[in-house]
C-alpha cells in the first residue's frame, strides 16, 4: 500500500515537472519569437536605407536625404561624460557603504533610498535635471545638463550593483590581506575590488545600455528632436539617437519610417558594441582572478 502510494506521489510530481517546465518554455519562446519578429521587420524596413550617407548626413525634411550623424555625435558626446561620471562615483559610494560605513541607522535609511531610487520613473530624473542643471546652475539645455541627469538616472543601478559585488567576496580574503600587513585601502584596491570588477561590470553595462536608449529625461531637459549642427562642447545644444528616431516614427510619410528602422539598426549596433567591449573587459579579469 505505501509503494502503491508512492509510486503515485512521484507521478504527480513527474506531472507538475512537466507541466511547468512546459510553461517556461512557452513563455521563453514567446519572448524569444516576438523579438525575433520584431528584429525581422525592422531589418527588412531600415537595411534598404541604411548606407554611408545615412552615416555621415545630419537630419532633413527629405526622408532620402536624412541622416543620424548629429543623433550619433550627441550620443557619443553624452555617454563620454554619463560613463566615467557615474562609474567613478557609483563604484566609490559603494566602496564607502560596504567598507567604511557604520551599521547604524542613518547608513540603512541612505540604502533604503538608493535601492527605491533604482525605480524611479525616468520622467522625474528628466524633471529634476531640468530644475538642478538647467535652471539653477544654468546649464541650459546642453551636452552636460544632459549628461548629469543621466548620471543622476544610472547611479542608484551601479552603485546597488556594486554592492551586490563587493558583499560576495569572502571575508576570509579581507582577513589574509590583514595577516600580511596590508591596510584596509590596500585591502580594498588589491584584493576586493579586482574580486569585485567582474560583478561591477556587469551592472555597469546594464546601466550604460540604458542609459543610451533613454529617451523621456533628456526630451524634459531640453534635447532637441531637430537639429542639423555638431556640438562642439558640453555647453552646444544636442540630439540622441533615442529622440531622433522617434521623431522619424511620428511622422506622417511613409519614407521617414524605413529611416526611424534604419536609424534602430544603427543603435542596436552600437548598444551591441558597447556590450561586447565591456563584457570583454569584465571576463578578462575574471580570468585573471
Known sequence: MKQ????????????KNTIFHALFLSSTLFGVIALGM??????SDGLGWLNWEFLTNNASRK?????????????????????????????????YLEEYAKKNWFNRFIQTNI?????????????????IFVRVFGFGKSVLAGSLTM???????????????????PVTQRNASFALGANRWQTI??????????????????????AV??????????????????????????TVMPIQIYTWANLPQEEFHHVAAAGIIVLLFM???????????RNKYQKKN
Open 63 to 95: 526622408a532620402e536625404k536624412s541622416g543620424i550623424k548629429a543623433a550619433i555625435a550627441g550620443t557619443l558626446w553624452m555617454m563620454s561624460i554619463t560613463a566615467p561620471l557615474s562609474f567613478i562615483i557609483g563604484v566609490s559610494t559603494a566602496i
Open 115 to 131: 535601492a527605491n531610487l533604482a525605480g524611479v520613473p525616468s520622467i522625474v530624473y528628466g524633471l529634476l535635471g531640468l530644475t
Open 189 to 210: 584596491i588589491r584584493v576586493v575590488l579586482p574580486s569585485a570588477l567582474p560583478g561591477i561590470m556587469t551592472g555597469s553595462i546594464l546601466s550604460f545600455s540604458r
Open 4 to 15: 502503491l502510494d508512492a509510486e503515485r506521489q512521484m507521478r504527480r510530481r513527474k506531472r
Open 151 to 169: 548620471t543622476l538616472l544610472i547611479l542608484p543601478i551601479i552603485i546597488v550593483a556594486s554592492q551586490e559585488a563587493i558583499k560576495a567576496i
Open 38 to 43: 520584431l528584429l525581422i521587420q525592422i531589418l
Open 271 to 281: 548598444l551591441l558594441s558597447m556590450n561586447a567591449i565591456a563584457i570583454f573587459l
Open 213 to 238: 536608449g533613454e529617451t523621456a529625461p533628456l526630451i524634459v531637459v531640453g534635447a532637441v528632436a531637430y537639429i542639423t549642427t555638431l556640438p562642439s562642447g558640453v555647453f552646444d545644444k544636442f
